[in-house]
């Protein structure tokens, strides 16, 4: 069940603040974005914080007293889930300004203002070589009942930025570096990774790399923060085999001022040649039996650009 409590329109907190019991106002938005422009009067505790709960007792001692919280706007759920901890907490006068602090600004009310907010972070345009210790590969693999994880190194690397975006780049992948993270310590680890390196599944011997080549990216329409918003297509050369794989991922510009990206998908081994216990190619496979789909989680972060 829903947390309950009051949502009130910019008015009438207007009203209740000019009155003989003013609620306390609690901005639950980023601290930044308080620090920039609040509410009069108002105190800052960022909901997204895991310590916003344990600083309430110092912001809000008494439990009976009216508390008021906002957020930025329409849309944006902080000040909703800031009410409901609220509550839960034993509050029992929770009050919530709907529409937030944009709701407020619209009706004429003052605003308190502080410095101006830090601009958001910009990267330059060019080659950014990939930062390999910020940078990793993870994968995945299944059988029926099974499943292993590892890690997996990269050797090199490096992103184009144009206009902000990512546009271009690549990487080369050191496959004798593969690791097993759930065998850790157990014997079998190098009994798999003695399999994973044969000629029969990535023969290394032979291919002791592979490489992805960005040759297109596009952005994905309208995306939320955080979902997936480009479309990278490229090639993909694993042991004797380049062909193209494609996937969406979130990339941005972290706060350092880097490029970077992270992934998560999914492509079918057989395509390059890794056939070894493929259903596809083997009859009566048992116990050996092993999913075509190889799972990866790709994180790419670039270091100080350079001209390009």
Not at 217 to 236: A, I, K, M, Q
Request: a negative charge; one cysteine or more; glycine letters at 10%.
């Amino acid at each position: 069940m829903e947390a309950s409590h009051t949502r009130l329109s910019a008015a009438v907190l207007s009203d209740l603040l000019n009155g003989p019991h003013p609620p306390l106002l609690l901005d639950v938005r980023l601290e930044d974005d308080y620090r920039c422009t609040r509410l009069p009067g108002a105190v800052g505790n960022c909901v997204f914080e895991v310590a916003f709960t344990e600083r309430l007792p110092g912001l809000a001692p008494d439990l009976s007293a009216p508390v008021c919280v906002y957020g930025s706007g329409p849309g944006s759920l902080e000040s909703r889930m800031a009410a409901e901890k609220l509550v839960r907490l034993g509050y029992t006068s929770v009050q919530e300004l709907l529409g937030g602090i944009d709701a407020w600004r619209a009706a004429g009310l003052p605003v308190e203002e502080g410095p101006a907010a830090v601009p958001e972070p910009s990267v330059r345009d060019g080659l950014h070589p990939v930062d390999l210790r910020e940078s990793r590969i993870l994968w995945i693999g299944r059988n029926l009942l099974n499943r292993h994880e590892g890690h997996i190194a990269l050797k090199s690397g490096d992103l184009v930025i144009r206009n902000g975006h990512l546009v271009g780049g690549g990487f080369v992948i050191d496959m004798t570096s593969i690791a097993c993270l759930d065998l850790a310590g157990d014997p079998r680890h190098d009994v798999l990774i003695r399999h994973l390196l044969d000629h029969d599944f990535f023969d290394v011997a032979l291919y002791p790399e592979a490489r992805f080549i960005i040759t297109d990216t596009e952005p994905v329409p309208s995306p939320f923060p955080g979902s997936p918003n480009l479309l990278v297509r490229g090639n993909l050369t694993l042991k004797d085999v380049t062909a193209p794989l494609d996937f969406t991922a979130c990339a941005g510009i972290t706060p350092e001022g880097k490029p970077a990206a992270q992934a998560s998908f999914a492509f079918d081994r057989t395509l390059w040649n890794v056939l070894y216990g493929s259903g596809k190619w083997f009859r009566r496979l048992g116990g050996h039996l092993v999913n075509d789909l190889i799972e990866l989680q790709v994180r790419i972060v670039g270091a100080d650009a350079t001209a390009g």
